[in-house]
């Protein structure tokens, strides 16, 4: 565990003090069933809002408390020791990244605050296909006297059944399709033009497929830089997303030993054997390296290091192929057991494939990395 | 640990700076450190020069105690001393065995005697250590080791073999397990000292597969060793012992042949297998596995910053040390099995002018790259350790 001032360790305590009581994993499974519209429990969100999670990178001129993404990566990996279903990430982490990066006054003023509050959900659209490519963007946005408008697709919309407002990448008519044609603007939820489509995913979180035919939108900020404000946002959601990815791979580890040092087959406890054991034993070799690289990588976002992109890439290809292992290894020591829909393996081992296909999976982080190093 | 003030360090920082251009010879300026036991048994005038001259002054255990020579600092200013040694191109003669395994634990189990006989001469770099540890039949079973300690009184009557003695034939000391009680496996086992030179010590090297001979047999007969040499209580050998592998463990951990970092293996990609249209390696295969190990090695560096990090905060990072040793050893040899594999037919040879120094070394690491996840506790007995010691699974 990193250095944590006193009160990054009084954050970490809160956060796993209100996950083991108020959201263990019973909570996610209770949802689940629920047939939640958004799929997260909004009073759960509320209580979150309330302690001030939201807020954790936001300015405090803007109402949060700037405490950092080091504070915010301790409330996420705490998030995912039981998987709680928050648009944390999303909107306290993504958006609010995006647009403290790239708003104008106005647009902060608007809304920061709220997206701290917890009162305003706000999410990134970006992706349009398969493949996680966010420089190929086909959305438009045509200026007016007025404004501009949108139109075009967005896909896997994380948050997007709920959000109040989206985060929208889309290529102003320059004439080129070069990255400096993209820009980032800011579309309400309710806004004429804009349907939503739910996404069901095996996670069973809330996910949309958006469509745009002439939205009206607003650009954020003074244009120009939009691409680079995308390309930095997306390095702190991957970042942030990895140490949710550490706290559930931590997590499904230890649920995993736990089994072991109960179950009993031919007169044993199976964690007596060998073949169990070394297994578990290189696992938390790759638990204790995951965490170096994502504690880095946070590190990087929050001294905005010029070497930020490259650990971002590095953690989330290592805690992606940690979280796979781990995941994998809970159902196969669990056994039939773990094979049940009564049992939590099977949920960990779904949102950890969503998880590694959101921003990037391991083969692109790598491939990234070999890129922006020269191999 | 004390935590010292920014401008402390800084004045200090320049003393040891000013130090070391007064005091380097300028012909040892980026030379690689000779730290391996046949260049330290064999050093050149000026290697003598610098060693004598960090001896005295004790920077080359910087944070041991004064009354044994050494400088009693703190680690902040340890780690000045590293970076300015890095930094002029130079580096610490003072090591091995004594320094990385002995010194630490004489210190915690030593009477005031020990401490005063043995100590200094660590600090100095006068005397180099041997550790008489594995037996034939006690590799990663040590606690089966049967070489055996007679009581005769005034002294010890070592008898017995031990293997896979690193350094032996070039070592002045030795410490050196022995078994005081026959009946009793974990409390038969006592630890004592003994210099190279007493009569019935006998070392012969032992040919590896790679060529080279840095490990021995160590013949005992009827080795004759005072009783002031046992450390720590008779039969009280194994937990010392533990202390010792911990401690072997945590430098092994840190630690990669300085051969293996002095090759790239991008830059031995971009020339054996060349490069794309882009510019990347042509083979994306093997540009893909190159990366993967060169990203387990970052990450191995930043797990190793963080133990550091960790330990100066006062966390217990020893059980890390297994885990460290395992994962250094694994990126170590894929690393060294994909050099050769960029080498092609010119990552085959053994000795002779077809073949590059560079391309050499490459071949001899490989080879002796399948020694660490072996030595030190096999890579099987630190999975044990982790599994029962730090996971608490059962037996």
């Not at chain 1, 403290?100 to 997206?115: F, N, R, V």
């Not at chain 2, 994306?284 to 993967?292: F, H, Y």
């Amino acid at each position: 565990m990193a250095i944590l001032s006193e009160e990054q360790s009084m954050l970490r305590e809160a956060a796993r003090g209100w996950v083991d009581v108020r959201s263990p994993i019973t909570a996610f499974r209770k949802m689940r069933d629920s047939g939640n519209r958004l799929h997260f429990d909004t009073d759960s969100w509320k209580e979150q809002a309330a302690l001030g999670w939201a807020g954790v990178i936001i300015p405090e001129a803007y109402g949060g408390s700037d405490f950092g993404f080091l504070s915010m990566g301790l409330v996420l990996e705490e998030l995912g020791r039981t998987l709680v279903a928050s648009p944390l990430l999303a909107s306290g982490l993504v958006a609010a990244s995006a647009i403290t990066l790239g708003g104008d006054e106005a647009q902060k003023q608007e809304w920061l605050p709220a997206i701290a509050e917890g009162t305003a959900i706000a999410t990134l659209a970006f992706e349009e296909g398969a493949a996680h490519v966010p420089e190929k963007v086909a959305t438009t946005a045509s200026g007016t006297q007025v404004g501009f408008k949108i139109s075009g697709k967005k896909h896997f919309v994380v948050e997007g059944l709920a959000a109040d407002v989206f985060i929208v990448s889309a290529r102003v008519p320059d004439g080129s399709d070069t990255d400096q044609a993209i820009e980032l603007f800011l579309v309400r939820g309710d806004a004429p033009g804009l349907t939503r489509q739910e996404l069901k995913t095996m996670d069973s979180r809330g996910y949309a497929s958006l469509e745009f035919h002439d939205v009206e939108g607003q650009r954020l900020g003074s244009g120009g830089n939009g691409w680079s404000i995308l390309a930095t946002t997306l390095d702190r959601a991957r970042a942030g997303l990895a140490a949710e990815m550490l706290g559930s791979a931590t997590q499904a580890f230890y649920l995993t030993m736990d089994y072991l040092k109960t179950r009993v087959q031919f007169d044993s406890l199976i964690g007596s054997f060998q073949a169990l054991q070394h297994r578990a034993a290189r696992m938390f070799m790759e638990l204790e390296l995951a965490r170096s690289a994502v504690e880095a990588a946070l590190q990087a976002v929050e001294n905005g290091a010029s070497d930020m992109p490259e650990l971002v890439s590095l953690a989330k290809a290592k805690v992606g192929e940690t979280l796979q292992l781990v995941t994998n290894e809970m159902i196969q020591m669990h056994g039939g057991i773990g094979m049940t829909d009564e049992h939590d393996a099977g949920l960990f081992l779904k949102r950890a494939r969503v998880c590694e296909a959101m921003y990037g999976n391991q083969s692109y982080h790598r491939n990234r990395y070999a890129d922006i190093l020269g191999y | 640990m004390e935590h010292v003030g920014a401008a402390d360090l800084s004045d200090f920082r320049e003393e040891v700076g000013r130090w070391i251009s007064d005091n380097f010879p300028v012909s040892l300026k980026n030379m690689a450190n000779p730290m391996s036991r046949e260049a330290m048994a064999f050093p050149t005038e000026d290697q003598e020069i610098w060693r004598k001259a960090m001896g005295a002054k004790g920077w080359g255990t910087p944070t041991w105690p004064t009354a044994y020579g050494a400088a009693g600092l703190t680690r902040d200013h340890a780690r000045v001393i590293q970076q300015e040694l890095l930094r002029a191109g130079a580096y610490n003669p003072i090591g091995g065995m004594g320094v990385m395994m002995f010194g630490p634990t004489l210190l915690e189990y030593g009477t005031a005697a020990q401490k005063a006989q043995h100590l200094p001469p660590i600090v100095r770099g006068d005397f180099q250590w041997c550790q008489g540890f594995s037996e034939p039949g006690a590799g990663s079973d040590l606690v089966s080791l049967q070489t055996r300690a007679d009581d005769k009184g005034d002294h010890f009557l070592v008898n017995g073999q031990k293997t896979w003695t690193s350094g032996a034939q070039w070592a002045e000391w030795c410490f050196c397990l022995v078994r005081t009680n026959p009946h009793d496996k974990y409390n038969g086992i006592s630890l004592v000292l003994f210099p190279m030179s007493t009569p019935g010590v006998e070392a012969r090297p032992i040919k590896l597969i790679n060529g080279n001979s840095s490990f021995c047999e160590l013949f005992l007969t009827d080795v004759k060793v005072s009783k002031d040499q046992l450390v720590g209580s008779l039969n009280g050998g194994w937990a010392i012992a533990k202390r010792l592998l911990q401690h072997e463990r945590t430098a092994l951990a840190g630690s990669t042949t300085t051969a293996v970092e002095a090759y790239s293996l991008r830059e031995l990609a971009r020339k054996y297998v060349g490069t794309d249209a882009g510019g990347r390696i042509a083979n994306p295969d093997l540009r893909a596995r190159i990366v993967a190990n060169e990203m387990e090695g970052r990450i191995f560096k930043q797990t190793a910053l963080r133990a550091t990090a960790e330990a100066k905060e006062g966390g217990d990072v020893s059980a890390l040390s297994s885990m460290m040793k395992n994962a250094n050893t694994r990126q170590m040899q894929q690393r060294t099995e994909l050099a050769i594999e960029i080498l092609g037919h010119q990552g085959i040879g053994w000795e002779g002018d077809s073949f590059s120094e560079t391309e050499l070394t490459v071949v001899r690491d490989f080879l002796y790259g399948k020694a660490p996840s072996i030595y030190g506790g096999s890579q099987e007995v630190q999975y044990n350790i982790i599994s029962k010691r730090i996971l608490g699974l059962p037996s």
